[in-house]
């Protein structure tokens, strides 16, 4: 494939409702991130997963917040009871893992995202 | 906190000029700094990228410099274009952990 995916690209929901929200990234690319972004805002991290290794969750913002990555591919964040607060746009980005020294980022390359309205 | 902001959060500028946008970072351990433009309505998209061995780099129309001393980073296009029009964020990676921290961003229009 070309890029990263997402989807849905759009999805409207109601308070206190659960939500799937979707990322496929770029074949080959073993590091992925969430990101979500608020209307006029910059982007807040979430989670990254790197291969095999445990999540970093550090900017999962309550517990209600959730994602996975099955088969080091395609990852899921699951919002459970959404609140308004949650209206964002999600974004998902993918790279190569970094140089072994740790100390060499390797570019990340984004999805179109999933705008989340919580009505 | 390590923090990564922009001075200005709209620029103007007429078509044809050159732009400037500047980024201020508080982390003087970061190494790596992206510049990534955002379309309306889409998902940011690769510039360019400076590690922090370097003072300058050049890519097509695109210039970013890197002022360790004053922990400044500033992106320049050369000619701005209509399709220029877009928010300009800079980000840091947060030493070496590969989780980018992005400023607030900067919206650049474009004059006829």
């Known amino acids: 494939g070309a890029g990263v995916s997402q989807s849905p690209s759009n999805k409207v929901t109601e308070k206190g409702k659960d939500v799937e929200l979707r990322c496929d990234p770029i074949s080959g690319h073993t590091a992925l991130y969430w990101y979500r972004q608020s209307l006029g805002q910059g982007l807040e991290f979430l989670i990254y997963f790197q291969g095999n290794s445990a999540p970093d969750k550090s900017g999962l913002p309550s517990d209600r917040f959730s994602a996975e990555r099955t088969g080091g591919s395609v990852s899921t964040l699951t919002i459970q009871r959404t609140q308004q607060e949650d209206s964002a746009v999600y974004l998902c980005a993918s790279s190569l893992p970094g140089h072994p020294s740790g100390h060499s980022q390797e570019t990340q390359y984004f999805g179109p995202g999933t705008r989340l309205l919580v009505l | 906190g390590e923090s990564v902001g922009l001075h200005l959060p709209t620029l103007s500028v007429q078509e044809g000029d050159n732009s400037i946008i500047n980024c201020a970072y508080s982390n003087s351990a970061s190494d790596y700094f992206i510049w990534y433009k955002q379309e309306s309505g889409k998902g940011p998209q690769f510039i360019i990228d400076i590690r922090s061995n370097m003072d300058k780099r050049q890519g097509q129309r695109v210039t970013v410099l890197l002022n360790k001393t004053v922990k400044h980073l500033s992106l320049q296009i050369a000619a701005t274009q209509p399709g220029d029009s877009a928010v300009y964020f800079c980000?840091?990676?947060?030493?070496?952990?590969?989780?980018?921290?992005f400023g607030q961003g900067t919206r650049l229009t474009i004059n006829p």
């Open positions: 980000a840091e990676d947060d030493q070496g952990a590969q989780k980018l921290v």
